[in-house]
């Protein structure tokens, strides 16, 4: 039986860290330890921590490092052959551990599984049974509020949701960390893409079963780290001439972008993602050339298994159904090929 780190991002978590804990008790699969990983909170959880729980490993931040950079910290002072990333606002079933493990171990190809993550408040419904890709950058929930019962097969996926991720230690020795830079959202899409890259398979675990107290939220802050990372992301993971094939979708996603920015008040936002893009560009050149070196796996074979749609949930937008996606369907059709 391997050992397994299970890492828990804290940030001001009084009101779900308790609840997340005392449901890992429970788990059938037994060697595993816990690590929490502070990000410098200003509320009570610390002291619940230490009183109910003494014996976690705990590790204290003086400053917020984000969603990448708490869980790197996490990452690097575990010792398990496998490293479960954990939401601090969810609930695990008693067999959530053993079946990530028993997927995980099913294939040497595997590189990541994510469980099926089902909404706290809804428990019939999924919050998402996996992620998608869309091949412009941008990443969705697959399956969401759909019935818990309707998704039941161990399949492939685009990438695993950061909520509830196992990662092979060996995965990790050979792509690196979460891109500390992104700090918040679109960290475990790009660190999906790249275990694509190295010829490794994101799996669901469907009988890895999460309760999420998930929130859907859109808020400006949030949609500069989208945007910003998006664009991260595309020029990080794609070859030159897929960059070059994409770009007049691109390009026509962010005039609409830009136009939905100014309606929903998040253009200031928009503006200073590009502005933040273009400045940190040196940095993502060099992430970009190591990655392109080490790269097993090219874009013809990738761009396979994106989406050609952009989906979000809880979003209905009559433009984007009716003229942004068939557009954009209809130019991934071509570009595929050339690819």
């Not at 496998?82 to 171990?105: F, H, P, Q, R, S």
């Not at 993971?237 to 100014?262: M, Q, R």
Request: proline share 1%.
């Amino acid at each position: 039986m391997k050992l397994v780190s299970v890492v828990i991002l804290n940030w001001n978590g009084e009101n779900y860290i308790k609840d997340c804990l005392d449901s890992l008790k429970k788990q059938k699969y037994k060697n595993y330890e816990i690590i929490v990983v502070d990000n410098n909170s200003t509320d009570n959880s610390i002291k619940l921590i230490k009183k109910y729980f003494p014996k976690i490993k705990l590790i204290k931040n003086k400053e917020n490092l984000g969603y990448s950079g708490g869980n790197n910290m996490g990452i690097q002072n575990s010792k398990g052959e496998y490293i479960i990333l954990l939401n601090m606002d969810t609930l695990v079933d008693k067999d959530w551990l053993g079946e990530l493990v028993k997927v995980a171990e099913s294939d040497k190809y595997i590189g990541t599984c994510q469980s099926k993550i089902l909404l706290f408040d809804k428990k019939n419904k999924i919050n998402t049974a996996g992620n998608a890709i869309n091949f412009l950058g941008f990443g969705y929930c697959m399956d969401y509020l759909k019935d818990k019962n309707e998704v039941n097969n161990i399949r492939e996926i685009n990438f695993s949701s950061g909520a509830s991720i196992l990662i092979k230690r060996e995965v990790i020795n050979k792509i690196g960390l979460l891109d500390k830079d992104f700090f918040l959202y679109g960290e475990d899409l790009d660190f999906g893409w790249r275990v694509l890259l190295q010829g490794y398979k994101n799996l669901l675990a469907p009988n890895s079963i999460v309760y999420h107290k998930y929130n859907f939220s859109r808020n400006n802050l949030k949609m500069y780290y989208l945007e910003r990372n998006r664009l991260t992301i595309l020029l990080k993971n794609y070859e030159l001439k897929t960059l070059i094939l994409i770009s007049p979708a691109f390009l026509f996603t962010e005039i609409g972008l830009l136009f939905y920015s100014v309606y929903k008040g998040f253009f200031t936002e928009k503006i200073k993602g590009y502005k933040d893009f273009f400045l940190t560009i040196k940095n993502t050149l060099t992430k970009r050339k190591k990655i392109q070196i080490e790269r097993k796996i090219k874009d013809k074979e990738i761009i396979k298994l994106f989406s050609n749609e952009i989906k979000f949930e809880e979003i209905k937008n009559p433009f984007l159904d009716y003229i942004a996606n068939p557009i954009i369907k209809k130019y991934y059709k071509l570009i595929r090929k050339l690819i």
